[in-house]
């Protein structure tokens, strides 16, 4: 069955396609992300009226998505898991967005705050929202508000206000934020975020085929990039890993299973940049890591819930990737 255009929009419900479509608004048929809009931080010390305490916070996330794996990421490496509980979500958006079951493999219920979909506890703190329901998000149990949904920042709050709390010694000393590289670090993400963390929804959602055309050209031109300065360097700022990495890990694991097929990012494969294909397996094999990855969450996610691109929403069978194989980069500096 074949349903171009119009007939697409009305052989499936509307509401399968708004959550793409809110998203899409530039009229050159370029996709366009949404601001995250709840952006309160919490502090050591509590100055900023969230202070970091054990047990008060509480993440919503999604195995599927590469913005929420990055605040999972951290959590574990930072050793914050009896400091911070989460809720994973179902892998699949359905008509009204995020929403929970207990049916499926690693998903559960919301425990916290009784709701069925993730909507529900955003116009719990501000009624009528009507903004992007996101996840990660960042949940304060205290006073029953969300602190925060934008994973950049999340991550930086786990990396450096929750000092008191990491589980060990070791972990307490880990900076993925680290002063003297701070500004290598932001030119990274200057361009990782726009042309390959956001890059690959540039491509994959794009509306006109120039559009496409230039996110996937810039795409692989930033990937060539990174995979010119991996040859040089083990991480991406040298021999430690940064937020960076942490960043760019959860894009690149997703590449080959989903965002080659799914969203016609197929000039390269991952596997096919000697550099970058041991360098998702170094991190993919640190202690903390491979736990955080669920490859059935995000193939079944992506591929049954965007379906304005797979409109039967069937999910592909591959590519077997083995991201345990062993890879030589422990001895670059
Ligand atoms: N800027 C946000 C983006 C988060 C985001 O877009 N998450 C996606 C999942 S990968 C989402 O929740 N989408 C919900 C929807 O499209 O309705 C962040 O980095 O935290």
């Not at 930072?78 to 400091?83: I, M, Q, S, T």
């Not at 029953?144 to 206000?161: D, K, L, P, Q």
């Not at 959860?250 to 016609?264: A, I, S």
Request: aromatic letters at 12%.
């Amino acid at each position: 069955m074949f349903l171009p255009g119009k007939q697409l929009f009305n052989y499936f419900p509307k509401i399968y396609i708004t959550n793409i479509l809110k998203m899409s608004t530039a009229k050159s048929g370029e996709f366009v992300r949404r601001a995250s809009a709840f952006r309160n931080h919490i502090t050591a010390d509590g100055s900023s009226g969230f202070k970091a305490e054990p047990n008060r916070y509480h993440l919503y996330v999604s195995l599927a998505c590469p913005w929420a794996h990055r605040t999972l990421i951290m959590r574990k490496l930072k050793g914050l898991e009896d400091v911070i509980s989460y809720t994973v979500v179902d892998w699949l958006i359905g008509p009204k967005g995020w929403n929970f079951t207990d049916k499926k493999p690693k998903c559960t219920l919301d425990n916290l705050n009784n709701a069925q979909y993730m909507r529900e506890i955003y116009q719990k703190v501000e009624p009528g929202y009507s903004g992007a329901v996101t996840v990660p998000c960042l949940w304060d149990k205290k006073t029953s508000t969300i602190v925060n949904n934008e994973s950049s920042e999340i991550i930086r709050m786990f990396n450096s206000s929750f000092q008191e709390l990491c589980k060990t010694d070791k972990q307490r000393k880990l900076d993925f934020y680290p002063e003297n590289l701070r500004e290598e670090i932001e030119e990274l993400n200057s361009w990782i975020y726009p042309y390959i963390n956001n890059g690959v929804y540039r491509s994959g959602f794009a509306t006109t085929q120039e559009a496409y055309d230039t996110a996937v050209r810039a795409l692989f031109v930033h990937l060539d990039k990174v995979e010119e300065i991996l040859s040089r360097k083990r991480y991406l700022t040298g021999n430690t890993l940064t937020e960076a990495d942490i960043r760019l890990f959860t894009t690149l694991v997703r590449f080959d299973t989903v965002y080659v097929g799914h969203f016609k990012c197929n000039k390269k494969r991952i596997m096919d940049y000697p550099n970058i294909w041991g360098y998702v397996r170094d991190i993919y094999q640190m202690e903390g890591i491979a736990e955080t990855v669920d490859q059935e969450h995000i193939q079944k996610h992506y591929q049954a819930s965007h379906l304005k691109i797979n409109p039967l929403g069937i999910v592909a069978i591959g590519p077997d990737v083995d991201f345990n194989s062993p890879h030589s980069r422990k001895d670059r500096t």
